[in-house]
């Protein structure tokens, strides 16, 4: 990457912008956009490892369009070990049906059906399906209604053999939007939307050497940090990842060498840090990949709060450029808004990006959905030093320390995350970043992650021309 003027400042993704190059990049598919970094992403993206963000839904859906979800380290073992294997069951070109018997009641129906994007839940009898119900089918009726009365039996199912077009050209010229899919003896093994079928031809899922969808986990840096190390190495997890807010300390770098000393075979992540010296540090300590930023974050009130922080973009570059000499990656962690965001931090040199608050107001997000007085949908997010996390963490300590810690804290404990009706699924924010940011990728004339590195050309701008590349969704004449 190069600057058309060199910056005598620091810079945040909005001060910056990227000019187009010679490029003999024809099409936005011959753009390969999987990681250098080990972690086998095919796409650039990582869920941030926070409670209200990134569960088990998310890192089935994540994973199967070829990024990666890091599980939060606040979770209690027995449950991440449950995730992960529950992850590694899934399909990676199906769906996870939402089901229910005929016996069921509306009342628990709702609850259920908002759980998936695709808006629909499979009635089932001795595993084969018998029906579907959709939130429409759920209005104007008792709640105590069974799903016998609401549900359509007119059903169309496609095999499990099905190809993505074979499948989308069924499900079209039946006018369906989904449909079960089942294995040769009728029992149900997916659901298939249209636009699913779509997707398994322009993704490719994130998976281990034995096929299974991949997925992260994090440890803090107290406790007995390297037995759950150990622990979660063990249950297969795919890239470990140790995280605190302030990564360039001596106890991150303890925990590192202990960690090392296990001779793990998966990449191990560490941060967070925003200096060179922090890079080194931590990877001269065992870090195959540093995660990068301090404040960015939408959640975060860490700079408000302490004064501590960097802008995101030049923190990203400049220890993206550390890294590289020795060997290793980062991660841009924090900072993500739009999707010119995500490409600003791979031109900066991040080998991934990872977003958290984006993806809260999802369907796949674990919080409960709820409604405000206008109706409109939203989930809660908080960030993971705030009040609300601090509780979380410290459950099992006595009332006198719970009370002590919690008068201490950083971010935000409750923030409406409103779902986007138009891009409501975790899968929908993914096709607009990925769209954009293989569109970046040819106007920089790259094929790769590595050559947009080294090709993107940067300009640094002023909130008037920040200002100026924003749509208008409105007439700017009354």
Request: net charge neutral; hydrophobic share 40%; with cysteine.
């Amino acid at each position: 990457m190069r600057f058309l003027t060199q910056p005598n400042h620091d810079l945040t993704y909005d001060d910056v912008f990227m000019v187009p190059s010679f490029s003999e990049v024809a099409s936005r598919m011959d753009v390969d956009l999987s990681s250098a970094d080990g972690c086998g992403t095919t796409i650039p993206i990582v869920v941030a490892n926070m409670t209200a963000i990134s569960g088990r839904r998310m890192a089935e859906t994540v994973a199967r369009r070829g990024g990666i979800a890091v599980i939060p380290q606040d979770i209690p073992f027995d449950v991440v070990e449950n995730v992960i294997s529950w992850v590694k069951s899934r399909h990676t070109f199906f769906d996870t049906p939402v089901t229910m018997t005929a016996d069921e009641t509306v009342v628990n129906a709702i609850d259920l059906i908002t759980k998936r994007a695709h808006g629909a839940l499979i009635v089932v009898e001795n595993n084969k399906p018998i029906g579907i119900v959709t939130e429409a089918d759920c209005e104007n009726v008792d709640r105590f209604t069974q799903l016998k009365q609401v549900m359509s039996k007119d059903l169309v199912t496609l095999p499990d053999s099905i190809t993505p077009q074979e499948a989308f050209e069924v499900l079209t010229e039946k006018r369906r939007k989904l449909a079960p899919v089942i294995n040769g003896k009728g029992e149900l093994v997916g659901i298939l939307t249209r636009t699913g079928a779509l997707r398994a031809t322009l993704y490719k899922p994130s998976v281990d050497k034995n096929g299974k969808l991949k997925i992260a986990a994090a440890v803090g840096i107290n406790g007995d940090v390297v037995k759950r190390a150990k622990m979660l190495i063990d249950a297969n997890v795919d890239v470990l990842v140790v995280d605190t807010a302030h990564g360039h300390q001596k106890k991150m770098i303890e925990v590192l060498k202990l960690i090392k000393e296990l001779k793990p075979s998966i990449p191990i992540v560490a941060g967070n840090v925003v200096t060179k010296e922090g890079v080194k540090d931590l990877i001269a300590a065992g870090a195959d990949i540093v995660k990068v930023g301090v404040g960015p974050g939408a959640m975060c009130t860490t700079r408000m709060q302490t004064g501590v922080g960097r802008p995101q973009f030049t923190a990203v570059l400049e220890c993206a450029a550390e890294a590289k000499k020795l060997g290793k990656e980062i991660w841009a962690d924090g900072g993500v808004r739009h999707p010119r965001d995500v490409a600003l931090a791979l031109a900066a040199g991040a080998a991934q990006v990872m977003i958290g608050s984006w993806f809260a107001g999802t369907y796949e997000s674990p919080s409960d959905l709820r409604k405000d007085s206008d109706g409109r949908l939203y989930k809660e997010s908080f960030g993971m030093a705030s009040a609300r996390a601090v509780a979380a963490r410290t459950s099992n300590d006595d009332a006198f320390n719970r009370a002590r810690k919690s008068i201490f804290e950083e971010g935000i404990s409750t923030s409406r995350m409103y779902i986007n009706p138009a891009r409501p699924g975790v899968e929908d924010l993914i096709d607009e970043i990925i769209a954009g940011v293989r569109s970046s990728f040819t106007y920089a004339g790259a094929k790769s992650i590595n050559e947009f590195h080294e090709k993107a050309v940067i300009g640094i701008q002023s909130a008037a021309g920040y200002a100026e590349g924003r749509p208008l969704f409105t007439s700017w004449k009354n």
